[in-house]
């Protein structure tokens, strides 16, 4: 790219070229926009589907029209790919960017991300997030499960120059009577739409019931957004957390979005609404070898009673339940959310 124009664009904010003062915290806010109705806002399954288990009758025809109604969104995004667009991403993607914030603020505004997606910007705080948990563009960072890639968008771009992004996924060449091959063909289609952004993007094939990385100390952070109650429901907590302290280099970083049940709550109950408590989630983490560092609210809501029908599907951008409730959901707005940052100890 060259540098002198670069330096002329408005939207620099901190680039290899020059820089500019810091800018505030401020989200971009939005309508809420409802997925469908069988996926949470990652696509994960509100209750566990049995993802590794082939489908049956009613369920396979239901996995069938999931399948047709993915690959018909998958290609109409990829045609509103214009030359342009790949040009834009281009240009996201080789720029060298001195912070974190520099590159997610670009990414932020990037036309490259998927319709709805900068809608949920000012509930989930990504900026502020990835701040606090220390992103920079010279890290490593393992993704788990990206779900319909909403901070993988932002993560790929700057981390594309000087550092690097590894993501986990199901094996998308798997029988597509098992779900958990819908959830990994999404992903794979998410991902080859722009070779431009995506390209450099390593795919760590893994199975969700026995978690297997093959990474020794090998990556600089983690993130686990939204993910840890699908863990607890499906007995593999443990495991996955072990799996992450081996990947990560000594004093490595966990960084933990999760929505929060009420104090004293039973894990094992709260876990299928999408809901952990807090206390509940530290303990654990630092029994399988990390140590808290710090805590944010920043993605707290405290209208939030976690008391409703389909747990946390209930709210947005989910919805799910009765059209009548949608008023009273909206009003309430997304979940609860701990975020929470962990160092590995030991090697």
Known sequence: MNARLLCALPLCLGLACGS????????MPGPVVAPAPEADEDGEPATDPGDAAPQQGAEAE????????????????????TPELRAEAKKLAEATYM????????????????????????????????EFFGLTPTMTV?????????????LAPTLAKRGKLLVTMADPKAPREVRATLYAQRLERFLDKSPELYGKVERVIVDGRK???????????????????????????????????????????????????????????SAPKGYLPEKFVIEQVEAAGFKLAKKSEVNANPKDTT??????????????????????????????????????VGK
Do not use: C
């Open 142 to 154: 393992l993704e788990h499960g990206p779900g319909e890639g909403w901070y993988t968008e932002l």
């Open 99 to 130: 912070s974190a914030r520099a590159g997610v603020m670009l990414a932020l505004k990037g036309k490259h991300r998927t319709p709805g997606h900068a809608e949920r910007d000012a509930a989930r705080h990504p900026l502020a997030t990835l």
């Open 62 to 81: 239901k996995l069938a029209r999931e399948f047709a109604d993915m690959e018909s969104k998958a290609k109409a995004e990829l045609e509103r790919w």
């Open 307 to 344: 008391e409703h029908p389909e747990g946390v599907w209930s709210l947005p951008p989910t919805l799910r339940g009765s059209e009548s409730d949608q008023a009273k959901y909206k009003a309430i707005g997304e979940s609860d959310r701990m975020t929470l940052r962990f160092t590995k």
């Open 20 to 27: 500019t003062p810091r800018q505030p915290l401020a989200e």
């Open 211 to 269: 978690p297997s990385l093959n990474l020794e100390a090998a990556v600089d952070m983690v993130l686990v957004i939204r993910a840890m109650h699908g863990w607890q429901r499906d007995k593999t907590l443990g495991a996955w957390l072990g799996e992450y302290h081996k990947a990560l280099k000594p004093g490595g970083t966990l960084g933990i979005v999760q929505h929060r049940a009420k104090d004293g709550a039973n894990p094992d109950e």
